[in-house]
Each structure stands twice: as C-alpha cells, then as structure tokens.
C-alpha cells in the first residue's frame, strides 16, 4: 500500500513569488493534514481538510491556503512568499476508521525563499 | 488550547542501553489519543507508538513502551535496547476529539522535540 506522496521534494523560490504543493493521502483516507516545521519552531499547524471541506486552520495569515479535490488529493498555496516561509512542510492523512484518528505522513516538501 | 511539553530537548544513550523521554499535557478533556512520533534525519515523521486515554494499561510496540500517568498528564516514552538506527527527534503529541461526542478527532499538537543520539 502506497503510503503519503509529495511534490515536489525540493524547490527554491524568490520572495513574492507563489508556490503550490501537493499532497495524495493513502488510499482510503478522506482527511488530509498539514503542517509547517520551520528551523527553531516545531510543526505547526496550517490546515486540517476532510470530506473536501475545510474543518480547522491554524494562526497563519490569509496568503496560506488550501484545498482538498473529490478524490482527497490536497494543494497547499502560498502566496507573496516571505523569506521566513522557508519550512519543511509536511501532509499527513487519515481516517475516521482509524484509532485515534492516527495522522501517517509524507515525506514533505523542502521550501526554500530566497 | 492543549499544550504539549517535552522538557529534554537532547538525550543521548550508549547502544543496547535504555533511555526514557519525558513528555507533559496540559487538557482539560477526559477522552483524547496521545502519541510518540520519531523524525529521522530523512524528515519523515514515523509513528512510534499511540495511547488511548481511556486505558489504563500502558502501550507497548516492542523496544518502545509508555508510562502513562493520566492524572499528572505525564506520558513518558522508553526506549529499550537502544539501537543506533533509534537516533532521531522523538516528538511527543495530542490529539482531541473534535467534536462535543468524542466520535471525531481533529488537529495533532505537538510538543518541541527531543533530540536523540544512540552512541556505539
């Protein structure tokens, strides 16, 4: 069974530019999770997606967004990027089937701003 | 809002030893999942070990095992026979039901980390 993919791996952009990042759960999971990990910072939560819609956002400002498709695929946007934009940003799915609702992650996208 | 506190950010043991990471919560819910997730230094988050706060007995995956204290809100991992493929960032984490019957659980907060090094 496949497990979490993401793309890309690594990118490197400029400041102001816009980046979109992918993110295809395990077949069977409807929700998708994401997370920020900046150097010094811990994970931190951005989105969490289920069902296509929306449930939970964390404190990041409104150039952040996302969505989830009807086949629970999910995009990451971010918009006018900053230089401290530059994370590790991880996907995580899951199911309601699953205990605990147990989040399995991707290998994450490298974002570098430069 | 919960918060998670992992008060060791480095930890080193010598291989085939045993090391236990400390882990606190602050919660004010009954019902809630705690978990320990390893981040090699591949980056990949890989779940170690998850927790029901409903059961009492301790969880245990091979090596990897817990002490959950639900009243002082402690949930400490051990690490027994330590390997050299166990260095990694031990992240400690909490979810919560998401909605008022318990039934769905919504985001995973983590705590900050700490850094193990298994030596030879």
């Known amino acids: 069974e496949a497990g979490v993919t993401q793309s890309p791996t690594h990118l490197i952009k400029t400041r102001g530019q816009q980046v979109t990042l992918r993110c295809s759960p395990i077949s069977g999971h409807t929700s998708v999770y994401w997370y920020q990990q900046a150097l010094g910072l811990g994970l931190q939560f951005l989105f969490w997606y289920d069902e296509g819609e929306e449930r939970n956002r964390g404190n990041f400002p409104p150039r952040f967004s996302g969505r989830q498709f009807p086949n629970y695929s999910s995009e990451l946007n971010v918009n006018a990027l900053e230089l401290e934009d530059s994370a590790l940003y991880l996907c995580a799915s899951s199911s309601d089937r699953i205990p605990g609702n147990t989040l399995y992650f991707g290998e994450g996208s490298w974002l570098t701003v430069v | 809002a919960q918060t998670v506190t992992q008060s060791q950010p480095e930890m080193s043991v010598q291989e085939a030893e045993t090391v236990t990471l400390s882990c606190t919560y602050d919660?004010?819910?009954?019902?809630?999942?705690l978990f320990w997730y390893k981040q090699p230094p591949s980056r990949q988050m890989i779940l170690v070990i998850r927790?029901?706060?409903?059961?009492?007995q301790n969880a245990t995956e091979n090596r990897f095992s817990v002490n959950f204290q639900k009243a002082a809100k402690s949930f400490s991992l051990k690490i027994s026979d330590s390997q050299l493929g166990d260095t990694a960032m031990y992240f400690c984490?909490?979810?919560?039901?998401?909605?008022?019957?318990?039934?769905?659980?919504?985001?995973?907060?983590f705590g900050q980390g700490t850094i193990l090094t298994v030596h030879p």
């Open positions: 919660t004010s819910e009954n019902n809630y999942y």
């Open positions: 984490a909490f979810m919560k039901p998401s909605n008022a019957g318990g039934t769905s659980y919504g985001k995973l907060t």
């Open positions: 927790q029901e706060a409903y059961k009492q």
